[in-house]
């Protein structure tokens, strides 16, 4: 497993978020992997930009660019009234959910803004605009099946075969969570163009072996 510099760890930690270390390390070990294709790394869902941390050292490390796609404006269960809101990220003039300035102080600290380009808009929007292919499409956006689906037709057309798509928040069982990320894992090993490589926690890492969505 690629070893993660201590800053960068360090800077993982204090940044607002909710993946664990370990599926964390499961991530940047995959970007890692991925980067040595060449090719741009893609995160759908950045909130405050702890994931992203990971996914631009990987990036550094492999001299490519990590691109994110997020309308920083928060998923369902962010807004007010739900389980994971934080009302320190709600813009005071607007009244509406703005990661954005705290996602760009999480890789200012660490270091890693030159290494991230960062698309603030509709992922759909931004994917049906994008041109080239890419090494890693590490999809943790909206959990809805509407959302997950489309961040998967959107995206992995333009993962190259060897590129690695890893999926978050994977529950097979109903109980654990919301099932919309199990269904498009489901879909993507269903399709025969994919093979599992890890599973860690509900971060489910895969690798392109074929053409197909």
Sequence with gaps: MSQLK????????????FM???EGLALYDAA????????PLLEVGSYCGR???LVAAAARESQVIAVTVDHHRGSEEQQPGWEYHDATLVDPELGLMDTLPTFRRTLHR???EDHVLALVGRSPQAAAHWGSRLGLVFIDGGHTD?????????WVP?????????IHDVFPDPADGGQAPYRIYRRALDSGAFTEI???RSLRVLKRTAQGV
């Design 6 to 17: 201590p800053d960068v760890l360090a800077a993982y930690e204090a940044a607002k978020g």
């Design 20 to 22: 664990p270390l370990d």
């Design 198 to 200: 890890s599973a860690t």
């Design 110 to 112: 660490a270091g890693l």
């Design 146 to 154: 509407e959302h997950a689906t489309a961040d998967y037709e959107g």
């Design 32 to 39: 890692v992997g991925a980067g040595r294709l060449g090719l």
């Design 51 to 53: 994931s992203t941390l």
């Design 158 to 166: 333009h993962l190259a075969e060897g590129g690695t798509l890893v």
